[in-house]
């Protein structure tokens, strides 16, 4: 089992929907979680940080974590064709000398106008 | 201005050679990750350090050394040992290790 997993997509939304992206993870002890967008050809950039159970929104972005179901998800809501790119999701893993962030395999999110 | 460097951004590598990576960072973070990115794939964490003097291998380390003598810069060698070394490389560091990394701007290594 991976340490954190994503659907890979691609992932079509119309223009002005919801889109929807998911990713678990294996770590019960985990306590930071992360969501990041790639432009191809680019670094990741932070999106939004949730650290506790429940939803947090940052304007169109909604992030929601389940620590029971080691679940995280991010809405992304009035999709606009420049939220295409890829989603990294990524987590925070404490092994026993030390902690690291671990990404998914992420997700490739197009909108079509 | 306050970021994270890398150089260079394109590095091209005979087979056989050693080279090196550098990252820097002048945020004052604590932790620093070294990260590998294949085309199409996510990253892949090869080093890691919480504190100045102390690192970690992560998931793929064989073919590759660090050194944290100083906070704020975590340079990469990428040794001749390392097979398949064509990749994008990225460096992020972070407040802690609990916290969110923030990502330079990568350095494309291509074996000629």
């Known amino acids: 089992q991976k340490e954190v997993e994503q659907n890979s997509g691609p992932l079509s939304v119309p223009e002005g929907a919801i889109a929807s992206l998911n990713c678990t993870y294996s770590d019960r002890v985990s306590q930071s979680f992360f969501w990041y967008r790639q432009y191809s050809g680019k670094s990741p950039e932070l999106i939004m940080s949730i650290y506790s159970n429940g939803d947090k929104e940052d304007g169109r972005f909604t992030a929601q974590l389940n620590k029971a179901s080691q679940y995280v998800s991010l809405l992304i809501r009035d999709s606009q064709p420049s939220d295409s790119a890829t989603y990294l999701c990524a987590v925070n893993m404490v092994g026993s000398s030390a902690s690291k962030i671990i990404f998914g395999s992420g997700t490739r999110l197009s909108i079509r106008p | 201005d306050g970021g994270i460097t890398q150089s260079p951004k394109y590095l091209f590598r005979k087979e056989g050679q050693n080279v090196t990576l550098s990252c820097e960072q002048n945020?004052?973070?604590?932790?620093m990750y070294w990260y590998r990115q294949d085309p199409g794939q996510g990253l892949r964490l090869i080093y890691y350090s919480q504190i100045v003097n102390d690192f970690q291998k992560g998931d793929i380390a064989e073919g590759y050394s660090v050194s944290r003598e100083k906070k704020e810069s975590f340079p990469l060698t990428v040794t001749s040992a390392q097979k398949n070394p064509t990749a994008f490389y990225l460096c992020?560091?972070?407040?802690?290790?609990?916290?969110?990394?923030?990502f330079g701007q990568g350095t494309r290594l291509t074996v000629v």
């Open positions: 992020a560091s972070s407040t802690t290790v609990n916290t969110e990394a923030f």
């Open positions: 945020l004052n973070h604590d932790a």
